[in-house]
């Protein structure tokens, strides 16, 4: 089965990019019918979709962040990134990644990294 794992630094300065990756084991980033999303939930709030990159590559993201977010891949290494620029204190917050699958029913989070909490402050 799909596993997926977060990595980066805990620690952000204000003003700097925010950075992380997600490592995926288990299935190809280029396998159809699946996109590979960031998710985020900041201290005493509920899950914040940042955004995703599909299996042919497009991304597509929260048009509150859209300004700031950018997710690119890798294939060789099968690994997805997330770089969210100037960052804020506001941008606390355990960040996810995840496989999403498009169904009739909507789109299911099935797949989730086990998450990395990121500080942004002085």
């Known amino acids: 089965q799909v596993q997926l794992k977060e990595s980066g630094p805990g620690l952000v300065n204000p003003s700097q990019t925010l950075s992380l990756t997600c490592t995926v084991s288990?299935?190809?980033?280029?396998?159809?019918?699946?996109?590979w999303s960031w998710i985020r939930r900041p201290p005493g709030k509920g899950l914040e979709w940042i955004g995703y990159i599909a299996n042919g590559g497009s991304t597509y993201y929260n048009p509150s962040l859209r300004s700031r977010a950018s997710i690119s891949r890798d294939t060789s290494n099968n690994h997805f990134s997330l770089q969210l620029s100037s960052a804020t204190p506001e941008d606390t917050a355990f960040y996810y990644c995840?496989?999403?699958?498009?169904?009739?029913?909507?789109?299911?989070?099935?797949?989730w990294g086990q998450g990395t909490q990121v500080t942004v402050s002085s």
């Open positions: 995840a496989r999403v699958y498009p169904s009739v029913a909507g789109y299911l989070y099935q797949d």
């Open positions: 288990g299935g190809a980033l280029t396998t159809n019918n699946y996109g």
